[in-house]
């Protein structure tokens, strides 16, 4: 393989599993602060300890993470240096504030938070954990608005070859992250929200700290159902966006080879073939496209062909289709995703509300264990789609993947630099895994107030004082 192939395949592999640890993160800080919220308002002291003991999963996944999120930074200048000559300038200020600004606000107040328990006073302490969580959700902001520039480049002028910022303003209320940020936002709530359901369904399966986890759970499904009926709703609200701003996105993602007849129906299963351009087996529903792009059951949706030569038109020759298949499976398995999550958190809640979680059949309570998978499913296809969907564009209509890869790397550089950088982020999934479970086995109610006991070394023999930290 070649530098551009390797390079793309690290971009894979570090952007999709760096994405494991940040939705938790969101999720996860987004859950404490509810429940610590509860125990400060209603001074109930279970609250306080599951605050506390979902924070244990908290620190052990932004601990992991920072690690993962240097080495994402760390391959663009490495295998893209074009890519970050041309767009660098704009990538710059968002960049900078979220490291200066979002990460500085987590870093700062998580250590705050941790150290402050029974030290700071009650609704300080509160605001630290608040703080936590809108500083995760601000350095996905600014991540997401270097991003929606590549999809979507605004507030720019290009000079002497390099994308330089005219308008700071346009850059950060474009169109395409102020749909991105909701959905991917409320996508990192649902994925807090599985993982604490599912990890408390598996206690209550076996009967242990009942109260605690019954209320865990309750609290999880219905963060988890809300997050994920928004998800929904701003996924809608992003499609209609891609058929103004990448319709060729779009018809990808709907396997639409020509303009579709009006209304359009929706392909729910196709047998693609990109050699002839046709789709051999198709399952359709009708309407159902017309309504997801222009949220009216009239309206017919352009397709691949003409679009392909519009934008010939628009750029020049070249091919402009992009993985048709990659797209459409993608779009699929995240809508298959999040319509699971959607039926198995509403029934929670409904178990919840009727206080009926004492007798909840196993098999749900096993479906939701396996249910912790489903959001990083739903978030990892729908991270492919979007990516994958604007090929050949890094920065759409202005800069290819071909044009963006080093020119000074060899493939054997790339090569190594694949398998050292993917066989750190699975040993660190593996340190994540093991230590989830570790904590999940130990339960809310081991001692975890125990501090070391060190032994003074300026004592006599150095064992008969012990200090405490």
């Known amino acids: 393989m070649d530098v551009l192939d390797l390079a793309r395949i690290q971009f894979a592999t570090t952007t999709i ?48 993470g920072v690690v993962t999120g240097i080495l994402q930074e760390f391959q663009f200048g490495m295998n893209w240096s074009e890519f970050s000559r041309f767009v660098g300038d704009v990538f710059g200020t968002p960049l900078a504030i979220e490291a200066l600004l979002a990460f500085f606000l987590e870093s700062t107040f998580i250590g705050l938070w941790i150290f402050g328990w029974n030290k700071l006073p009650k609704k300080l ?35 002497d070859g390099r994308a330089q910022m005219t308008d700071f303003w346009a850059v950060i209320t474009n169109g395409q992250v102020l749909w991105e940020f909701p959905h991917t936002i409320f996508a990192a709530f649902a994925t807090g929200g599985f993982l604490v359901a599912g990890i408390s369904a598996f206690k209550m399966l076996r009967k242990k700290d009942m109260e605690f986890f019954k209320s865990s759970f309750t609290t999880a499904v219905i963060v988890a159902g809300i997050s994920s009926m928004c998800v929904a709703l701003f996924g809608h609200g992003q499609a209609q966006y891609l058929v103004e701003t ?43 496209l017309s309504y997801l792009s222009y949220s009216k059951f009239s309206g017919a949706v352009t397709g691949m062909n003409e679009l392909q030569a519009e934008y010939e038109m628009a750029y020049g020759p070249g091919d402009y289709i992009p993985p048709v298949r990659t797209t459409f499976w993608s779009f699929r398995i995240m ?84 398998i050292s950088f993917t066989s750190l982020y699975l040993i660190l999934l593996g340190v994540l895994a093991f230590l989830f479970v570790r904590e999940a086995r130990k339960g809310p109610y081991h001692n975890d107030n125990a501090l070391p006991t060190i032994e003074d070394p300026y004592t006599h023999q150095g064992r008969d004082r012990h200090v405490t930290e």
Request: glycine share 6%; with cysteine.
């Open 246 to 288: 990448q319709p060729m996105k779009m018809a990808a993602s709907e396997g639409l080879w020509n303009t579709s007849e009006d209304p359009a129906p929706w392909t729910v299963f196709a047998v693609i073939d990109p050699e002839n351009q046709e789709n051999t087996f198709e399952i359709k529903i009708p309407y159902i």
């Open 17 to 64: 599993l760096h994405f494991v640890f940040v939705p938790i993160s969101i999720g996860l800080s987004l859950l404490i602060a509810i429940m610590e919220t509860m125990y400060v308002v209603r001074k109930k002291e279970l609250y306080k300890k599951m605050a506390k003991f979902w924070g244990h999963f908290l620190l052990i996944n932004f601990a992991l």
């Open 125 to 159: 302490h509160l605001m630290c954990i608040w703080l936590v969580s809108i500083g995760t959700m601000l350095s996905g902001f600014w991540i997401l608005t270097a991003n929606s520039f590549m999809q979507r480049p605004v507030g720019y002028e290009v000079v």
């Open 335 to 418: 809508i298959a995703s999040g319509c699971a999550m959607i039926l198995l958190a509403f029934y929670g809640i409904y178990l919840a509300m009727r206080k009926r979680l004492d007798q909840a059949r196993p098999w749900y309570l096993k479906i939701m264990l396996w249910a912790i998978a489903l959001p990083f499913i739903g978030n990892t296809a729908g991270w492919i789609m979007t990516e994958i969907g604007r090929q050949p564009w890094t920065v759409f209509g202005l800069l290819t993947i071909e044009d963006s890869v080093s020119t000074s790397v060899t493939s054997n550089q790339v090569l190594f630099s694949v």
